[in-house]
C-alpha cells in the first residue's frame, strides 16, 4: 500500500530527523564528530562528503519539502548556486539566464565565467521567445529565479520546463523568495532547486546556508564537484537549521498574510510611488502567481514619491530594522542599490529596473498594523524634515 502523502508542516516536524536511538530523545542529537570510521562501515562518511548524519538526514527533509529525490546543503546560498551551475557547466558550454536576478548571482556569472571559458546570455524579457531568443548550440543549462529579487518578478515555470526540455537543457531554478511553503519548482518539471536557506529556511536570521533538491542522477553530478571545492554546512548550523525548519511553514504562511496586507496598504498611500508584490491584482504577473504559487512571498518592494529620500525614510524608522539579509522573523528592509545589487553596474542596475530609490521590504511576524505605525511615523516625519506637504 502507498504511504500517503504527508502535509507540509509534517514534512517540516518530522521528515529528516535523526532518531534518538540512545536516550529517546524528541529532537535529533547533534554529531559533531568530523572524522569517521572507514573500515567495516556502510557508508565513509566525511563532512565535505555532505554524508554526516545530520547532514544526510536534512537532506531528506529538503528534498521531501521540493517533492524531489535528494536534498544537499551547503555552506551558503552562493555555494549551492556556483556549484550547481559549475556542475553542469564546462570550457565552450553556455548558458541562458534570467535578465533580472539576485546581485550576488549576477556577479558571479559574469566576473567567473569568463575564467572557465563558460559563455552566458541575459535572456530579453521573461517571454518564451526572450529566452530561446538565447539558446545556441552550446547552451547545456537555463537559469532563473522567480519571484525575482528584488522586483518580484515572475517567471512560467512550465514554460520553463518545456522549452528546456525541447532543447536537452537542465533547468535550474533560485527558490528561495517563495519557499517550498510557497512554490514547488518540481510541479512544473524543473529539474534543480536551489534555495539560500539562510532565508526562509532558517527564518532567524542567525544561520547562512545553502540547500540545492534534485533527482539522484543530478545530484551525483554536483556532487562529484562540490566534493572538491568544499562547501559544506558545519553540523551544528545543520542541527539549528533543521530545529528551525520545523516551524517554516508556520512563519511563512504568517508574513504571507503580512506581506499582502502590508502591500495593499503601501500600495493605498499617497507618499508611495510603486509598490512591487504579486498578490496584487495589479501586478503585471499576478495571473501566472496565482497559478504556480500556492501562497505569494513574504517578500515586496516599493518606491516612495521621487521627492522623498528613501534614506533619511530608513533611519527614522523605529520598528522596521535596516539589514542586509531577508526572510527573519523580524521584519527587516534595505536599498538593493547599496547591498544585494551594488557590485552591479549603476547601468546593470537601471537594465533590471532597478532604481537608487528602490527599497526592499522583508515582511516579519509582528503585527502588520504595528508595521504600519512605523511606516507612516518614518514618512510624517521625512515630510517635515524635507517641508513636504502630506
Given at each position: 500500500?502507498?504511504?500517503?502523502?504527508?502535509?507540509?508542516?509534517?514534512?517540516?516536524?518530522?521528515?529528516?530527523?535523526?532518531?534518538?536511538?540512545?536516550?529517546?530523545?524528541?529532537?535529533?542529537?547533534?554529531?559533531?564528530?568530523?572524522?569517521?570510521?572507514?573500515?567495516?562501515?556502510?557508508?565513509?562518511?566525511?563532512?565535505?562528503?555532505?554524508?554526516?548524519?545530520?547532514?544526510?538526514?536534512?537532506?531528506?527533509?529538503?528534498?521531501?519539502?521540493?517533492?524531489?529525490?535528494?536534498?544537499?546543503?551547503?555552506?551558503?546560498?552562493?555555494?549551492?548556486?556556483?556549484?550547481?551551475?559549475?556542475?553542469?557547466?564546462?570550457?565552450?558550454?553556455?548558458?541562458?539566464?534570467?535578465?533580472?536576478?539576485?546581485?550576488?548571482?549576477?556577479?558571479?556569472?559574469?566576473?567567473?565565467?569568463?575564467?572557465?571559458?563558460?559563455?552566458?546570455?541575459?535572456?530579453?524579457?521573461?517571454?518564451?521567445?526572450?529566452?530561446?531568443?538565447?539558446?545556441?548550440?552550446?547552451?547545456?543549462?537555463?537559469?532563473?529565479?522567480?519571484?525575482?529579487?528584488?522586483?518580484?518578478?515572475?517567471?512560467?515555470?512550465?514554460?520553463?520546463?518545456?522549452?528546456?526540455?525541447?532543447?536537452?537543457?537542465?533547468?535550474?531554478?533560485?527558490n528561495t523568495f517563495a519557499s517550498p511553503i510557497n512554490q514547488r519548482p518540481g510541479d512544473f518539471g524543473m529539474d534543480i532547486v536551489i534555495h539560500s536557506?539562510?532565508?526562509?529556511?532558517?527564518?532567524?536570521?542567525?544561520?547562512?546556508?545553502?540547500?540545492?533538491?534534485?533527482?539522484?542522477?543530478?545530484?551525483?553530478?554536483?556532487?562529484?564537484?562540490?566534493?572538491?571545492?568544499?562547501?559544506?554546512?558545519?553540523?551544528?548550523?545543520?542541527?539549528?537549521?533543521?530545529?528551525?525548519?520545523?516551524?517554516?511553514?508556520?512563519?511563512?504562511?504568517?508574513?504571507?498574510?503580512?506581506?499582502?496586507?502590508?502591500?495593499?496598504?503601501?500600495?493605498?498611500?499617497?507618499?508611495?510611488?510603486?509598490?512591487?508584490?504579486?498578490?496584487?491584482?495589479?501586478?503585471?504577473?499576478?495571473?501566472?502567481?496565482?497559478?504556480?504559487?500556492?501562497?505569494?512571498?513574504?517578500?515586496?518592494?516599493?518606491?516612495?514619491?521621487?521627492?522623498?529620500?528613501?534614506?533619511?525614510?530608513?533611519?527614522?524608522?523605529?520598528?522596521?530594522?535596516?539589514?542586509?539579509?531577508?526572510?527573519?522573523?523580524?521584519?527587516?528592509?534595505?536599498?538593493?542599490?547599496?547591498?544585494?545589487?551594488?557590485?552591479?553596474?549603476?547601468?546593470?542596475?537601471?537594465?533590471?529596473?532597478?532604481?537608487?530609490?528602490?527599497?526592499?521590504?522583508?515582511?516579519?511576524?509582528?503585527?502588520?498594523k504595528d508595521l504600519q505605525v512605523d511606516i507612516s511615523q518614518a514618512l510624517e516625519s521625512v515630510t517635515k524634515r524635507q517641508k513636504i506637504a502630506l
Amino acid at each position: 500500500m502507498k504511504p500517503k502523502k504527508r502535509g507540509i508542516n509534517t514534512i517540516c516536524t518530522h521528515v529528516g530527523e535523526v532518531a534518538d536511538t540512545q536516550f529517546k530523545g524528541a529532537v535529533s542529537p547533534l554529531f559533531m564528530s568530523s572524522s569517521y570510521a572507514y573500515e567495516d562501515v556502510a557508508v565513509k562518511r566525511y563532512p565535505r562528503y555532505f554524508n554526516t548524519p545530520n547532514q544526510e538526514a536534512l537532506g531528506r527533509k529538503i528534498a521531501a519539502l521540493e517533492e524531489k529525490e535528494v536534498g544537499m546543503l551547503f555552506g551558503s546560498g552562493m555555494a549551492a548556486v556556483s556549484a550547481c551551475l559549475l556542475s553542469f557547466l564546462h570550457q565552450g558550454d553556455h548558458v541562458v539566464v534570467q535578465h533580472d536576478i539576485y546581485g550576488g548571482t549576477y556577479n558571479f556569472i559574469v566576473e567567473e565565467f569568463e575564467k572557465y571559458g563558460i559563455s552566458y546570455d541575459f535572456s530579453e524579457g521573461l517571454s518564451q521567445e526572450g529566452f530561446a531568443a538565447k539558446i545556441n548550440e552550446r547552451t547545456k543549462v537555463i537559469y532563473v529565479e522567480t519571484p525575482s529579487n528584488p522586483l518580484m518578478r515572475i517567471v512560467d515555470l512550465e514554460m520553463i520546463n518545456e522549452l528546456a526540455k525541447a532543447h536537452g537543457l537542465v533547468s535550474m531554478i533560485d527558490n528561495t523568495f517563495a519557499s517550498p511553503i510557497n512554490q514547488r519548482p518540481g510541479d512544473f518539471g524543473m529539474d534543480i532547486v536551489i534555495h539560500s536557506a539562510t532565508k526562509y529556511m532558517g527564518g532567524h536570521s542567525d544561520i547562512c546556508a545553502g540547500a540545492v533538491a534534485a533527482s539522484e542522477a543530478h545530484m551525483d553530478t554536483i556532487w562529484n564537484f562540490a566534493k572538491n571545492t568544499g562547501g559544506s554546512l558545519s553540523d551544528y548550523t545543520v542541527w539549528l537549521l533543521e530545529r528551525s525548519m520545523k516551524t517554516m511553514a508556520i512563519r511563512v504562511k504568517a508574513q504571507n498574510k503580512n506581506a499582502k496586507r502590508m502591500a495593499k496598504w503601501l500600495d493605498a498611500h499617497s507618499l508611495i510611488k510603486k509598490v512591487y508584490y504579486p498578490g496584487l491584482k495589479s501586478h503585471s504577473n499576478y495571473a501566472l502567481a496565482k497559478k504556480q504559487m500556492k501562497g505569494y512571498t513574504g517578500m515586496l518592494s516599493f518606491e516612495l514619491l521621487p521627492e522623498l529620500d528613501p534614506k533619511k525614510f530608513m533611519k527614522q524608522l523605529q520598528l522596521i530594522k535596516p539589514s542586509m539579509s531577508l526572510a527573519g522573523v523580524e521584519s527587516t528592509i534595505l536599498s538593493p542599490a547599496e547591498t544585494s545589487h551594488a557590485l552591479l553596474t549603476p547601468e546593470a542596475r537601471a537594465a533590471q529596473g532597478i532604481s537608487d530609490g528602490l527599497l526592499r521590504f522583508s515582511v516579519g511576524i509582528e503585527e502588520a498594523k504595528d508595521l504600519q505605525v512605523d511606516i507612516s511615523q518614518a514618512l510624517e516625519s521625512v515630510t517635515k524634515r524635507q517641508k513636504i506637504a502630506l
